[in-house]
């Protein structure tokens, strides 16, 4: 076995032939188990949030794989109409061609082409990190079975009224002409003006002569059709009902009152433009209020304004009618403002609400029977409180815009006569053959789908709806969705809408919900701050040269560049901070606590390697153990000493502690018991124990052969255990270890994982060891406070102790001696003026102190103790002494509390009466 652990020489060779051997496929025969990867986008990178949240999925799929389940992890990406167009327009644009010269279907095949050779790349980075989804079975939306069931989806929710054509605002971005979803929004607060207005009334009232309204958009005055104030705002009650003149224009508009305005922001007097403004369009749809238009798709001045305005850009226009107000005594004043801009997120240009015609989704029938699943907990939500979120947007809900004015995406299943009559179908001879059209000119509608919309049928859709397939019926409905609260509104809301519909039940049982993966400070990660991790990078390394070039070029924070030059200099001398998948995967479970957000340190990949390092030493110290001896395992009787016995027994808590968090989505937890487990007591202490019975030349075959049986045994257990987790280096060290122990089998993803069920315990034997190790680390202690060499043997005296204790430390000498350095081990019952001292439970350790201490620097040593104890004990008192304490935490832990008290009176006076002693040496 290689001496030292080099993940990328184990990685690469592991993954290719898990994917060789089809051990993704569902092949267990147990209950179907099935997650859907959230798609992510054709054009994407892997970057730390897929990282972060395809490990869980990983995990969760793996773990369900070795417990039998019939496992599927349904994997495929998203044809992200916007960014994938986006990303081939720009190769055309380098030469000099645009998508209008080629034409929509040759433009689509050049999509189509990149695709095939330049898409996917996140896919390939996803194999990277040792995801186990089915490839036989990758999905893409624009496939064909896809394509139909969008087709079907769309041609049903139309027969049945629930698809229609509208005029209505949407989200506009004027660079790339179509309508975008609020996520594609993302607004930020800017700096700009609010410039105020004077509005003349048509005719004087009461020696007023013009109102005055404020607006953030003065060049959206062209298309205003009402000044509303507050109807109890008394300021105003004389001017509900009359009409003023708007500046620039040849129009007259009427004051009106709505419960909208405030009438405590600016003079309580709010123009009012229902084609730009979305809260403007719901009051004028309260008050018939004419919607005019005033912007081409570029977002410049159309026909509807005055002649002298059309065609400017809306700045440019804004610039001429300030200067118009002004110059006509209309401008009151203009005062800096800070405002939230609404940007696209592709093109980054300010997003208009545009009057436009498109297709909706009549949304209210689909969201009822979604919001009762998860009232009714057909749903459920972990952590529970996001249900909160969706009901929130569930109870609020709005028609649903679901065109898009693209060419690559799912074109609109419609067609429109020379009469402008439209008819939809699942083709235009479905379409001609339902409605008796013969031969006459249809044209099919230019717009796509929103890509959310074949999104929402994923669960059933990649399953091969319509078709009823035996996939279907074996795994929908799914299991969970992992997913972050980000997009609730826009994916988990509407798959569960659109499966209630076509399928009759929800697409998922469980809704788990992380958080989004931050920086270290809780930033979000932009390449503007300079502060993104490549997830790639952390897993196969970046060279220091390349380091330095991204620190330099603002790409990474000085700060974290680092940290990664650090941790480089110090663990790979070749320059190469390469962590490995193992690391990275076992730092995101760490990570996966219930909270929103998940700060990511490199610091903690570097601890996480650490930890692979030394499963990988610990294994290879089993094995030379195992070849060390002349022992068959296999064959003879085995006899399991108190650290086997107590070793088992911890591997059972710790696999308990595991289900415990899977089941409860808590990674958390799951990965800290068996790190500590692994760690602390495994490597730390069972495999120094073993040495202790592997090298007595008194100990007998069956106890050297029980002894080499626990430490592969648990060490096979616990590779399995830890398998969902780290899943390369636990297969790596599986096939090494598994044969030691007569299993034959492929592969550790395969094998069963591991249960308490069939594990021999023994409570006692917790106790004892226990009491062993806080023996040993009570001299340990010693040695170190006194800087004692550490090869120096001591001389101990034990005093007093219960009869349990006085029983192990009988039993339990050559561990003492071997593990503690000790020469001897005494019981005295005279107490000793001239020895340091450690306890172990009620037993007391002491070392005589003769030429080993400075008797000045142990009374400080035993004064920062007791002080340390008092301290503690000063807060139980208080504890104990609140009634709110006493009577609302749970009985165990008041108990518990009771218990510590208790123990820290004994122990002040044990310390106290060791410091008189030490006193008197002073003297």
Same mark, same amino acid.
């Given at each position: 076995?290689?001496?030292?652990?080099?993940?990328?020489?184990?990685?690469?060779?592991?993954?290719?032939?898990?994917?060789?051997?089809?051990?993704?496929?569902?092949?267990?025969?147990?209950?179907?188990?099935?997650?859907?990867?959230?798609?992510?986008?054709?054009?994407?990178?892997?970057?730390?949030?897929?990282?972060?949240?395809?490990?869980?999925?990983?995990?969760?799929?793996?773990?369900?794989?070795?417990?039998?389940?019939?496992?599927?992890?349904?994997?495929?990406?998203?044809?992200?109409?916007?960014?994938?167009?986006?990303?081939?327009?720009?190769?055309?644009?380098?030469?000099?061609?645009?998508?209008?010269?080629?034409?929509?279907?040759?433009?689509i095949d050049a999509v189509w082409d990149w695709k095939e050779h330049s898409g996917n790349t996140i896919t390939k980075q996803s194999r990277r990190l040792g995801t186990s989804m089915d490839w036989s079975r990758e999905r893409f939306t624009m496939d064909e079975g896809l394509s139909e069931a969008v087709k079907e989806v769309f041609v049903q929710l139309h027969e049945e009224g629930l698809i229609y054509r509208g005029k209505r605002l949407v989200n506009w971005d004027p660079i790339l002409h179509t309508a975008i979803s609020d996520l594609e929004v993302i607004s930020a607060e800017e700096n700009g003006h609010l410039w105020h207005m004077r509005y003349p009334l048509l005719e004087p009232l009461d020696g007023l002569t013009h109102v005055i309204v404020a607006t953030t958009?003065?060049?959206?005055?062209?298309?205003?059709?009402?000044?509303?104030?507050?109807p109890d705002d008394e300021r105003y009650q004389n001017l509900i009902g009359k009409q003023v003149r708007l500046p620039l224009t040849d129009r007259t508009i009427p004051v009106i009152?709505?419960?909208?305005?405030?009438?405590?922001?600016?003079?309580?007097?709010?123009?009012?433009?229902?084609?730009?403004?979305?809260?403007?369009?719901?009051?004028?749809?309260?008050?018939?209020?004419?919607?005019?238009?005033?912007?081409?798709?570029?977002?410049?001045?159309n026909d509807e304004a005055p002649e002298k305005y059309q065609g400017l850009d809306r700045y440019d226009a804004r610039k001429q009618i300030v200067g118009d107000l002004e110059a006509q005594g209309l401008l009151e004043k203009i005062e800096d403002h800070k405002l939230m801009v609404p940007r696209g997120d592709r093109s980054h240009a300010v997003v208009e609400p545009y009057l436009t015609d498109q297709w909706y989704v009549k949304i209210q029938p689909l969201a009822d029977p979604a919001i009762k699943a998860v009232e009714n907990g057909d749903v459920k939500f972990v952590p529970e409180n996001w249900d909160k979120t969706y009901f929130e947007w569930m109870r609020n809900i709005e028609d649903w815009c679901i065109s898009r004015q693209l060419w690559w995406g799912h074109?609109?299943?419609?067609?429109?006569?020379?009469?402008?009559?439209?008819?939809?179908?699942?083709?235009?001879?479905?379409?001609?053959?339902?409605?008796?059209?013969?031969?006459?000119?249809?044209?099919?509608?230019?717009?796509?789908l929103d890509t959310w919309f074949s999104s929402a049928l994923w669960p059933f859709s990649t399953l091969g709806w319509p078709e009823k397939t035996s996939e279907l019926d074996k795994?929908?409905?799914?299991?969970?969705?992992?997913?972050?609260?980000?997009?609730?509104?826009?994916?988990?809301?509407?798959?569960?809408?659109?499966?209630? !519909?076509?399928? %009759?039940? /929800?697409?998922?049982?469980?809704?788990? =919900?992380? &958080?989004?993966?931050? #920086?270290?400070?809780?930033? @979000?990660?932009? !390449?503007?701050? %300079?502060? /993104?991790?490549?997830?790639?990078?952390? =897993?196969? &390394?970046?060279?220091? #040269?390349?380091?330095?070039? @991204?620190?330099?070029?603002?790409?990474?924070?000085?700060?974290?560049?680092?940290?990664?030059?650090?941790?480089?200099?110090?663990?790979?001398?070749?320059?190469?901070?390469?962590?490995?998948?193992?690391?990275?995967?076992?730092?995101?479970?760490?990570?996966?606590?219930?909270?929103?957000?998940?700060?990511?340190?490199?610091?903690?990949?570097?601890?996480?390697?650490?930890?692979?390092?030394?499963?990988?030493?610990?294994?290879?110290?089993?094995?030379?153990?195992?070849?060390?001896?002349?022992?068959?395992?296999?064959?003879?009787?085995?006899?399991?000493?108190?650290a086997e016995r107590w070793i088992n027994t911890r591997l059972a808590e710790t696999l308990s502690a595991c289900h415990r968090g899977m089941r409860t989505y808590r990674f958390d937890l799951a990965s800290q018991a068996l790190y500590e487990f692994t760690w602390d007591e495994y490597c730390d202490w069972y495999l120094e124990l073993s040495k202790t019975a592997l090298n007595n030349e008194q100990a007998s075959d069956a106890e050297k052969r029980g002894t080499l049986f626990t430490l592969l045994n648990v060490l096979e257990h616990l590779l399995r255990a830890l398998h969902p987790f780290i899943p390369f280096i636990t297969e790596t060290l599986w096939q090494r270890t598994a044969?030691?122990?007569?299993?034959?089998?492929?592969?550790?993803?395969?094998?069963?994982?591991?249960?308490?069920?069939?594990?021999?315990?023994?409570?006692?034997?917790?106790?004892?060891?226990?009491?062993?190790k806080a023996f040993i680390m009570g001299v340990r202690r010693i040695r170190a406070e006194r800087d004692i060499a550490p090869g120096k043997k001591l001389n101990v005296f034990t005093m007093g102790g219960t009869g349990d204790e006085i029983n192990w430390l009988?039993?339990?000498?050559?561990?003492?001696?071997?593990?503690?350095?000790?020469?001897?081990?005494e019981t005295t019952d005279k107490e000793m003026e001239d020895a340091v001292m450690a306890l172990a439970g009620d037993t007391r350790i002491l070392i005589p102190l003769a030429d080993i201490i400075d008797p000045e620097a142990e009374l400080e040593r035993l004064q920062k103790t007791i002080d340390k104890l008092e301290k503690e004990k000063n807060g139980l008192d208080n504890q104990l002494g609140n009634s709110n304490f006493v009577e609302r935490a749970p009985a165990e832990v008041?108990?518990?509390?009771?218990?510590?008290?208790?123990?820290?009176v004994n122990e002040i006076k044990t310390y106290q009466e060791q410091l008189a002693v030490i006193a008197k040496m002073v003297k």
């Amino acid at each position: 076995m290689e001496k030292v652990y080099n993940p990328e020489q184990i990685e690469y060779d592991c993954y290719e032939n898990w994917e060789k051997q089809n051990y993704f496929a569902p092949t267990g025969t147990g209950d179907p188990y099935c997650i859907m990867l959230p798609p992510p986008n054709v054009t994407g990178s892997l970057h730390m949030g897929h990282a972060f949240q395809q490990t869980l999925m990983d995990i969760l799929t793996r773990y369900h794989r070795m417990n039998g389940n019939d496992t599927l992890w349904q994997c495929g990406t998203d044809h992200a109409g916007i960014a994938t167009q986006m990303v081939v327009e720009r190769q055309l644009q380098q030469k000099q061609v645009s998508r209008h010269d080629l034409g929509r279907d040759k433009f689509i095949d050049a999509v189509w082409d990149w695709k095939e050779h330049s898409g996917n790349t996140i896919t390939k980075q996803s194999r990277r990190l040792g995801t186990s989804m089915d490839w036989s079975r990758e999905r893409f939306t624009m496939d064909e079975g896809l394509s139909e069931a969008v087709k079907e989806v769309f041609v049903q929710l139309h027969e049945e009224g629930l698809i229609y054509r509208g005029k209505r605002l949407v989200n506009w971005d004027p660079i790339l002409h179509t309508a975008i979803s609020d996520l594609e929004v993302i607004s930020a607060e800017e700096n700009g003006h609010l410039w105020h207005m004077r509005y003349p009334l048509l005719e004087p009232l009461d020696g007023l002569t013009h109102v005055i309204v404020a607006t953030t958009r003065p060049e959206t005055m062209l298309g205003d059709a009402a000044v509303a104030v507050h109807p109890d705002d008394e300021r105003y009650q004389n001017l509900i009902g009359k009409q003023v003149r708007l500046p620039l224009t040849d129009r007259t508009i009427p004051v009106i009152s709505d419960d909208y305005v405030d009438p405590e922001f600016g003079t309580g007097c709010v123009k009012i433009t229902p084609a730009h403004d979305f809260n403007d369009y719901e009051v004028g749809a309260r008050h018939n209020l004419e919607k005019i238009n005033i912007f081409t798709i570029d977002a410049a001045i159309n026909d509807e304004a005055p002649e002298k305005y059309q065609g400017l850009d809306r700045y440019d226009a804004r610039k001429q009618i300030v200067g118009d107000l002004e110059a006509q005594g209309l401008l009151e004043k203009i005062e800096d403002h800070k405002l939230m801009v609404p940007r696209g997120d592709r093109s980054h240009a300010v997003v208009e609400p545009y009057l436009t015609d498109q297709w909706y989704v009549k949304i209210q029938p689909l969201a009822d029977p979604a919001i009762k699943a998860v009232e009714n907990g057909d749903v459920k939500f972990v952590p529970e409180n996001w249900d909160k979120t969706y009901f929130e947007w569930m109870r609020n809900i709005e028609d649903w815009c679901i065109s898009r004015q693209l060419w690559w995406g799912h074109r609109i299943p419609a067609w429109y006569d020379e009469q402008g009559n439209i008819y939809v179908g699942r083709d235009e001879a479905e379409v001609r053959e339902k409605n008796n059209l013969g031969d006459i000119t249809l044209k099919q509608d230019e717009d796509v789908l929103d890509t959310w919309f074949s999104s929402a049928l994923w669960p059933f859709s990649t399953l091969g709806w319509p078709e009823k397939t035996s996939e279907l019926d074996k795994f929908y409905p799914t299991n969970v969705l992992v997913t972050g609260f980000d997009i609730i509104f826009f994916w988990v809301a509407r798959m569960i809408m659109m499966g209630l !519909k076509f399928m %009759g039940d /929800v697409p998922f049982k469980e809704v788990y =919900i992380h &958080g989004l993966v931050r #920086d270290s400070d809780g930033q @979000k990660m932009s !390449k503007s701050k %300079g502060n /993104v991790l490549d997830p790639l990078d952390l =897993i196969d &390394g970046i060279e220091l #040269d390349a380091l330095l070039e @991204k620190r330099t070029t603002g790409l990474m924070q000085p700060q974290m560049a680092a940290k990664i030059e650090k941790a480089t200099r110090k663990h790979f001398p070749d320059g190469i901070a390469a962590y490995g998948t193992d690391s990275l995967r076992f730092t995101f479970a760490q990570m996966a606590t219930q909270g929103r957000d998940i700060r990511f340190d490199v610091g903690r990949i570097e601890g996480y390697r650490n930890f692979c390092n030394k499963l990988w030493n610990a294994t290879r110290f089993v094995m030379m153990s195992a070849e060390g001896q002349s022992l068959n395992i296999n064959e003879g009787e085995k006899t399991f000493g108190l650290a086997e016995r107590w070793i088992n027994t911890r591997l059972a808590e710790t696999l308990s502690a595991c289900h415990r968090g899977m089941r409860t989505y808590r990674f958390d937890l799951a990965s800290q018991a068996l790190y500590e487990f692994t760690w602390d007591e495994y490597c730390d202490w069972y495999l120094e124990l073993s040495k202790t019975a592997l090298n007595n030349e008194q100990a007998s075959d069956a106890e050297k052969r029980g002894t080499l049986f626990t430490l592969l045994n648990v060490l096979e257990h616990l590779l399995r255990a830890l398998h969902p987790f780290i899943p390369f280096i636990t297969e790596t060290l599986w096939q090494r270890t598994a044969p030691m122990l007569l299993i034959n089998a492929e592969s550790i993803m395969l094998e069963q994982y591991p249960t308490a069920e069939n594990i021999t315990t023994d409570a006692g034997s917790v106790k004892e060891l226990e009491w062993v190790k806080a023996f040993i680390m009570g001299v340990r202690r010693i040695r170190a406070e006194r800087d004692i060499a550490p090869g120096k043997k001591l001389n101990v005296f034990t005093m007093g102790g219960t009869g349990d204790e006085i029983n192990w430390l009988t039993n339990n000498s050559l561990y003492l001696k071997k593990l503690g350095r000790i020469e001897s081990i005494e019981t005295t019952d005279k107490e000793m003026e001239d020895a340091v001292m450690a306890l172990a439970g009620d037993t007391r350790i002491l070392i005589p102190l003769a030429d080993i201490i400075d008797p000045e620097a142990e009374l400080e040593r035993l004064q920062k103790t007791i002080d340390k104890l008092e301290k503690e004990k000063n807060g139980l008192d208080n504890q104990l002494g609140n009634s709110n304490f006493v009577e609302r935490a749970p009985a165990e832990v008041v108990a518990g509390a009771k218990s510590r008290q208790a123990e820290i009176v004994n122990e002040i006076k044990t310390y106290q009466e060791q410091l008189a002693v030490i006193a008197k040496m002073v003297k």
